[in-house]
């Protein structure tokens, strides 16, 4: 069965440059979140877009934006990049709000940042 | 703002044994509980989800209970094999929001022969 693609697997960026991670969500789910794990660290919930519209915003940077396309798929593009933003980025889709609840993550982009 | 504990950050078992993770939670209630499996350096994996008028919830070898009144749930895995060793995570989704899960930090499973 088809899951969640994130790319790239693996960013190693230099401080103060952009990246840009994307998510392909799984077909027909409508909804995607983007989650920040640090080492050792629980995954800290970002933003999540449904239908293409911003649904929810969690502790996303101002430096970080993120949307979602017309194909579902969603970008989350991060400037200015700091030492403190090298972690595990999870994407997550559903379909829609309130379905089963469950959440199909892929298998996270680890941004470097040296 | 939501805190999610979960149980010593490592449980080490032999294998046959049930493990016993346990999440409590302070400040909301959640409308569901779910677990979910990590392995090192992937994406969780959806295990189990409960309710908040559920008190218990099986899947194979797995059970989960939940007690709102204790703010608590606990997840057990029962004949434990060495290929359940793994983090598992337990979120809480409060219901109001679209899918946003609040995560506690895991507990790292090792099951050993």
């Known amino acids: 069965a088809a899951g969640v693609i994130q790319s790239p697997r693996h960013l190693i960026k230099e401080k103060r440059e952009t990246a840009t991670l994307k998510c392909y969500p799984i077909?027909?789910?409508?909804?995607v979140y983007w989650y920040q794990q640090g080492p050792g660290q629980d995954p800290q919930f970002l933003i999540s877009?449904?239908?293409?519209?911003?649904?929810d915003k969690g502790s996303i940077p101002d430096r970080f934006s993120a949307q979602q396309f017309s194909d579902y798929h969603s970008e989350l593009n991060m400037s200015s990049l700091e030492l403190g933003d090298s972690a595990l980025y999870f994407c997550?889709?559903?379909?829609?709000?309130?379905?089963?609840?469950?959440?199909?993550f892929g298998e996270g982009s680890r941004l470097t940042v040296l | 703002s939501q805190k999610i504990e979960q149980n010593s950050e490592a449980l080490n078992i032999q294998e046959g044994k049930t493990a016993t993770l346990t999440c409590n939670y302070t400040?909301?209630?959640?409308?569901?509980l779910q677990w979910y499996r990590q392995d090192p350096g992937r994406g969780p994996v959806f295990l189990l989800l409960i309710r908040e008028n559920e008190k218990e919830k099986r899947k194979e070898r797995l059970k989960v209970t939940f007690d709102t009144t204790l703010k608590q749930s606990l997840f057990h895995i029962t004949a434990s094999q060495p290929a359940d060793s793994a983090t598992y995570l337990c979120?809480?989704?409060?219901?109001?929001?679209?899918?946003?899960?609040?995560f506690g930090r895991g507990t790292q499973l090792t099951v050993w022969p």
């Open positions: 400040n909301y209630s959640p409308a569901y």
């Open positions: 077909p027909r789910h409508d909804t």
């Open positions: 997550a889709s559903s379909s829609g709000p309130k379905n089963t609840g469950e959440l199909f």
């Open positions: 877009f449904y239908e293409k519209m911003q649904s």
């Open positions: 979120a809480l989704d409060r219901g109001s929001t679209l899918g946003r899960l609040y």
